[in-house]
């Protein structure tokens, strides 16, 4: 299995301003996902990040409006800039290990 | 393109009976199909998965899945619902030759069991 923490558990924002959502693994991981959650709704993949390249984004998702960082095999961050009300979400980072994907317990994310 | 369709938004059970949670797949591969479940406020947990071998794959919490590739089905099953049970609950497909590794979740099913 694998350990996922995420920082913060919940924020709530004011439009115009960026928050970073850290995630830490309890061991090295080539990739790590980024999911979103909307209210009610399922999980759509924002980025992938392996350690050492960009981030690949999915249709819809931008590297200016969400911008992520993967300094090593256990960390990476992903920012929400220039957060809007409709950015509000769950925000889940996810890894693979052995055919098995993990998450994160999210960042909910309320922006005012 | 890889998709995944739950049918169903809300399923409703008496505890004590079956249940069953609905999960078709469209394909152009092999794919690895998934279940997880969501309690409220709280992330995802792995309940099971099919890779090969076996159509019917036993998971956690006494849950089970059978893999139907006639019919492009993974539907979750267990034989006796709890009250416990009650929670969303999202199927996902990976494809053995996607790169990328991403999963494909379909837009989650809520299962509510009554007393």
């Known amino acids: 299995s694998a350990v996922i923490s995420q920082k913060p558990s919940r924020d709530i924002c004011q439009r115009g301003t960026s928050l970073t959502i850290q995630c830490q693994v309890d061991?090295?991981?080539?990739?790590m996902f980024w999911y979103r959650q909307q209210p009610g709704q399922s999980l759509t993949l924002i980025a992938t990040a392996n350690q050492g390249s960009e981030a690949t984004y999915e249709s819809g998702f931008v590297i200016d409006k969400f911008p992520i960082s993967r300094p090593n095999l256990t960390f990476s961050t992903l920012t929400v800039s220039n957060m809007s009300p409709e950015d509000s979400s769950i925000y889940l980072c996810?890894?693979?290990?052995?055919?098995?994907?993990?998450f994160g317990p999210g960042t909910r994310l309320t922006v005012l | 393109a890889q998709s995944v369709a739950q049918p169903e938004d809300q399923v409703n059970v008496a505890e004590g009976n079956p249940l069953t949670v609905k999960c078709t797949y469209s394909?152009?591969?092999?794919?690895?199909l998934f279940w997880y479940v969501q309690y409220p406020n709280r992330g995802l947990q792995f309940l099971l998965k099919y890779i090969t071998g076996d159509n019917l794959v036993k998971g956690s919490y006494g849950f089970e899945a059978e893999f139907n590739k006639s019919q492009t089905s993974f539907h979750l099953k267990k034989p006796s619902a709890l009250v416990s049970d009650s929670a969303l609950y999202f199927c996902?497909?990976?494809?053995?030759?996607?790169?990328?590794?991403?999963?494909?979740f379909g837009g989650g099913t809520r299962l509510m069991v009554k007393p």
């Open positions: 996810s890894v693979e290990r052995d055919g098995e994907q993990f």
């Open positions: 996902a497909v990976r494809f053995l030759d996607n790169a990328g590794n991403m999963l494909t």
């Open positions: 394909v152009s591969g092999n794919p690895y």
């Open positions: 061991s090295q991981v080539t990739m």
